[in-house]
């Protein structure tokens, strides 16, 4: 900007200040206009400026551009912020779980607006630039963080509400905040833990746990296992009971917890193991469960096993014959282990299992 532009602009600031007061410094910097509390600089205006204007074109664009600025400060200043209690309460939870510093200012700017302050308050009180207060208070009223019935519902259009549904549907987030990150990172989109749990709701999610899947489960196989099994149940009878026997390795496993999943739906997870275990066999009476029976061993041999159905036999009369289901392992297959059960009048049952999982 030019010595004689400036001059010309000065003159109409001059000519302008019938209906806003001019004033020569505050803060250090020049402040050329001021419509109450509300004032524009110097450097405002320069930087406003385009490049290459003659003297009389300066003249008219600072002209405009004042006219224009004071009447939206005369607007914003008769412009209440009226806030609900519920809305304060959503932008103070908000405020105090944030970590981001300008969200908290834009935060602290919106509430003390509704309680009085003005512009230039907020301003000083922030250590920020009025246009910056304005801004922030202008974005509020066009939506930007406004709560709409604790769920933020406009904030999505129909295009990002059907992506995260099925985004969610596909994926077990165990908690709000994961969701309001992804939220915010995938649309830049700021929802608060309390009214993303309304949306969740609204949108057809509930707070459940998963159900976990046998890992490598044959289903048609577990069809077959249950037809046999009933015609086994058949065939024994009352008075010869029929029981599961496995040996079971317990180590670190995938542990079911609660996500949000849709209503109505199941949501399937995985299990696995790892190496490191401990060795126990165990045997179960599926009408009798809470007599479940174990013993934990070093290894798993067919000595253990042999120990073990000679620990079952004692649990059941010695002239009730016993049929253990057990699965096509070597040691149950061993001579020794068919000759032990043999002489305890345990009959094994080998090729059911073969249908089937483990059912330990």
Not at 5 to 10: E, H, I
Not at 238 to 260: C, R
Not at 290 to 302: F, P, R, V
Not at 341 to 350: D, F, G, M, P, V
Request: with cysteine; net charge negative; hydrophobic share 35%.
């Amino acid at each position: 900007m030019n010595r004689t532009s400036t001059s010309v602009v000065f003159l109409t600031l001059l000519i302008f200040s019938v209906g806003c007061d001019v004033f020569k410094k505050t803060d250090n910097r020049q402040a050329v206009a001021k419509v109450k509390e509300h004032k524009l600089y110097l450097e405002e205006l320069e930087a406003a400026l385009p490049e290459g204007l003659s003297s009389e074109d300066s003249a008219n664009f600072a002209g405009g551009f004042i006219s224009s600025w004071a009447t939206q400060m005369l607007l914003l200043d008769k412009a209440e912020l009226n806030l609900s209690e519920e809305e304060k309460t959503d932008l103070e939870s908000l405020h105090n779980s944030s970590n981001d510093g300008k969200q908290r200012d834009r935060i602290k700017a919106i509430l003390l607006r509704s309680e009085g302050w003005t512009v230039p308050m907020i301003s000083q009180a922030l250590r920020i630039h009025e246009t910056t207060v304005t801004r922030y208070l202008n974005d509020y009223r066009a939506g930007k963080l406004k709560n709409n019935s604790g769920g933020s519902e406009s904030y999505l259009n129909e295009e990002q509400t059907n992506f995260l549904i099925t985004h969610l549907e596909e994926n077990l987030y165990h908690h709000n905040h994961q969701i309001v990150s992804f939220i915010k990172e995938t649309w830049g989109i700021i929802f608060t833990v309390s009214g993303l749990h309304k949306w969740l709701h609204r949108n057809g999610f509930s707070y459940k746990k998963p159900k976990g899947r046998p890992y490598k489960v044959d289903v048609d196989k577990q069809a077959e296992f249950i037809e046999e099994y009933n015609a086994l149940k058949t065939s024994a009878g009352n008075d010869e009971p029929i029981l599961f026997m496995d040996s079971v390795h317990p180590t670190q496993a995938t542990k079911i917890t609660y996500g949000w999943i849709r209503t109505g739906k199941k949501k399937e997870v995985s299990t696995t193991a790892s190496r490191t275990r401990l060795n126990i066999i165990g045997a179960i009476q599926l009408e009798q469960l809470s007599e479940t029976i174990t013993e934990q061993y070093q290894t798993i041999n067919g000595d253990s096993i042999i120990d073990f159905m000679n620990k079952l036999r004692e649990q059941y009369s010695a002239n009730k014959k016993l049929h253990l289901i057990v699965d096509q392992a070597g040691y149950h297959k061993s001579q020794a282990v068919k000759n032990e059960a043999e002489k305890l009048n345990i009959n094994l049952e080998h090729e059911i299992i073969e249908k089937t999982f483990h059912p330990l």
